[in-house]
């Protein structure tokens, strides 16, 4: 499996590693099917702006790199922006992902949502992102990959 000096990067050197202790909100997920867990957490202004993100992988080089690369993305948009970061849209971020590694991409995606989420709803506001594939015990997260490698 050959890796884009992006992923490598952001393997090696990942940014926003940690976590914020007076988060505004947090979320944890996981892939049985892969082992792979991930959590972030965020720091939102008033104007729902995310001011920070940081994240705790635990998983392969393409987990840390996509999370990595999620924490980079959402800093200073709206959560109604970030929430729509697709898997594509980091893959493409990190110059390509191997197909076998596309799920890695859609945790990290799923993990932002699932802190945005909880940010609104300690706000007695209503999610944004809808249900989260990957929160389903039964999702198999390879069902979606692309078929052609990047």
Same mark, same amino acid.
């Given at each position: !499996?050959?890796? =884009?000096?992006?992923? !490598?990067?952001?393997?090696?050197?990942?940014?926003?590693?940690? @976590?914020?202790?007076?988060?505004?909100?947090?979320?944890?997920?996981?892939?049985?099917? &892969?082992?792979?867990? !991930?959590?972030?957490?965020?720091?939102?202004?008033?104007?729902?702006?995310?001011?920070?993100?940081?994240?705790?992988? #635990?998983?392969?080089?393409?987990?840390? +790199?996509?999370?990595?690369?999620?924490?980079?993305? @959402?800093?200073?948009?709206?959560?109604?922006?970030? @929430?729509?970061? =697709?898997?594509?849209?980091? +893959?493409?971020?990190?110059?390509?992902?191997?197909?076998?590694? !596309?799920? &890695? =991409?859609? #945790?990290?995606?799923?993990?932002?949502?699932?802190? @945005?989420?909880?940010? #609104?709803?300690?706000?007695?506001?209503?999610? #944004?992102?809808?249900?989260?594939? =990957?929160?389903?015990?039964?999702?198999?997260?390879?069902?979606?990959?692309?078929?052609?490698?990047?």
């Amino acid at each position: !499996m050959i890796y =884009s000096e992006k992923v !490598m990067d952001h393997f090696n050197n990942p940014r926003n590693v940690g @976590v914020i202790s007076d988060a505004d909100g947090s979320g944890e997920v996981g892939n049985p099917v &892969c082992g792979d867990i !991930m959590k972030i957490t965020i720091k939102v202004n008033d104007d729902d702006t995310i001011a920070d993100a940081k994240f705790q992988t #635990l998983g392969c080089g393409a987990a840390i +790199a996509t999370s990595s690369m999620v924490t980079e993305l @959402v800093k200073g948009k709206k959560i109604q922006d970030a @929430v729509r970061i =697709s898997k594509r849209d980091v +893959a493409d971020e990190l110059d390509g992902l191997p197909a076998a590694k !596309m799920h &890695c =991409s859609v #945790l990290a995606t799923d993990g932002l949502k699932v802190a @945005v989420d909880d940010y #609104l709803k300690k706000h007695g506001r209503e999610p #944004l992102s809808g249900v989260i594939k =990957s929160a389903d015990p039964n999702y198999n997260p390879h069902e979606d990959e692309d078929e052609e490698e990047d």
